[in-house]
């Protein structure tokens, strides 16, 4: 069980590693193309017909510096994830998860039966103590009475 537990944590991790990933890789495209200028890509054939205000895309010197940093991000969360997979156990064959399987059904099964006899039981017990209850009363009731003459 406690391993069960651990191979769980580790695909939490790995669920929260992807959706750093997945954030990270959002990021980058929102700055990529925000922060961006327009430019010229092979000569002359299809001009550059607009341009952004200065203050809205980075120095070619700083967007490269930033575009390399951002792949160094992707690149350790995407080996964080990686390893993290290869972390994850092999999966067990079909015959042992059929057993396994089959041995909480019946574990399922037997809990069923016992939970179902505690509740006869009890409804049995309850139905005992109100009868000894209303003997009680009614005993109690008829010398109250019998005695009030």
Same mark, same amino acid.
Do not use: C, W
């Given at each position: 069980?406690?391993?069960?537990? *651990?191979?769980?944590?580790?695909?939490?991790?790995?669920?929260? #590693?992807?959706?750093?990933?997945?954030?990270?890789?959002?990021?980058?495209? %929102?700055?990529?193309?925000?922060?961006?200028?327009?430019?010229?890509?092979?000569?002359? #054939?299809?001009? %550059?017909?607009?341009?952004?205000? +200065? !203050?809205?895309?980075?120095? +070619?010197?700083?967007?490269?510096?930033?575009?390399?940093?951002?792949?160094?991000?992707?690149?350790? @969360?995407? @080996?964080?994830?990686?390893?993290?997979?290869?972390?994850? +156990?092999? +999966?067990?064959?079909? #015959?042992?998860? !059929?057993?396994?399987?089959?041995?909480?059904?019946? !574990?399922?099964?037997?809990?069923?039966? #016992?939970?179902?006899?505690? %509740?006869?039981?009890?409804?049995?017990?309850?139905?005992?103590?109100?009868?000894?209850?209303?003997?009680?009363?009614?005993?109690?009731? *008829?010398?109250? %009475?019998? *005695?009030?003459?």
């Amino acid at each position: 069980m406690l391993q069960e537990l *651990s191979h769980m944590d580790r695909i939490t991790q790995l669920q929260d #590693e992807i959706q750093q990933l997945l954030t990270i890789m959002a990021s980058t495209i %929102v700055y990529l193309t925000s922060r961006a200028n327009f430019v010229q890509l092979n000569g002359s #054939e299809i001009p %550059v017909t607009k341009q952004r205000n +200065p !203050e809205k895309y980075d120095e +070619p010197e700083v967007f490269e510096a930033n575009k390399k940093e951002l792949v160094t991000d992707l690149m350790v @969360k995407a @080996k964080q994830v990686e390893y993290l997979i290869q972390s994850l +156990p092999e +999966p067990e064959p079909e #015959e042992e998860q !059929e057993k396994r399987l089959r041995a909480l059904d019946e !574990e399922m099964t037997l809990a069923n039966q #016992e939970y179902i006899q505690a %509740v006869a039981r009890s409804k049995d017990l309850h139905a005992q103590i109100s009868s000894v209850l209303r003997l009680m009363l009614q005993e109690t009731d *008829s010398g109250l %009475v019998t *005695s009030t003459k």
